[in-house]
Each structure stands twice: as C-alpha cells, then as structure tokens.
C-alpha cells in the first residue's frame, strides 16, 4: 500500500509559478506510475500530467504542455509538478495519483488507472 502526501499549493499571480511536491510511503515508490490530476466543485477530476515508474516517460494535458514538467525522485519518494505561466483556468484542488508500472488496461490519462490518491492541494491563480 502507498500512502501520498500533496503539498506546495497556495495563491499565486496570473504568469507565476508554483511547484507541487507528492511524498509517498514506502519502500516500493519506483515501481509505480504516478500522475497529477486536478478538480473543480462539480466537474470530474481531470489529468494534467504522468510520469513512469523509472522517469523515462512524460505525458502531458494539451492544456499544460509547455508550461508544467512533471519529474520523480525515486531516492526520495516524491514526485513533483512544476507549474509555470499559470493561468486562472489552473484553479483547482490538485491530486497525485500512484498506479501500476505497467497497465493493458488504463492509460496514463485515465482516472482508474491509479489506484492510491493523496487528499488533494489547492491552487488558486488571481488574475
């Protein structure tokens, strides 16, 4: 089992930046895909970004690609979600997500495809 923790989110500018951190238990973090996903009241969670088990392997939400990078530290457990040029659209409770290396059945990009969840920071951008 793996427990998450989200932290690094708060009230930032419109054009400014943020860096969301996701520390994970356990000793077996580098076998897992971890994603970032985000949420507005009354909307389904949505995928902002993924990255593989060993780091080699990015994906991205054609809203945040060339602004976020997502990046793992296998030695310390945590997984991280650069946020650059944020716009007041980014507004959301955001979510990491820890799934299996390797899935036939979900992609990246899919909810279901992870099967832990941290309890969610929130990133408020003013315009």
């Known amino acids: 089992q793996v427990q998450l923790v989200e932290s690094g989110g708060g009230l930032v500018q419109a054009g400014g930046s943020l860096r969301l951190s996701c520390a994970a238990s356990g000793r077996t973090f580098s076998s897992y895909a971890m994603g970032w996903f985000r949420q507005v009241p009354g909307k389904e969670r949505e995928f902002v970004a993924a990255i593989s088990y060993s780091g080699a392997s990015t994906y991205y939400a054609d809203s945040v690609k060339g602004r976020f990078t997502i990046s793992r530290d296998n030695a310390k457990n945590t997984v991280y979600l650069q946020m650059n040029s944020q716009k007041p659209e980014d507004t959301a409770v955001y979510y990491c997500?820890?799934?299996?290396?390797?899935?036939?059945?979900?992609?990246?990009?899919?909810?279901?495809?992870?099967?832990?969840w941290g309890q969610g920071t929130q990133v408020t951008v003013s315009s």
């Open positions: 997500g820890a799934g299996p290396k390797n899935s036939n059945t979900y992609s990246y990009t899919g909810v279901r495809r992870y099967d832990y």
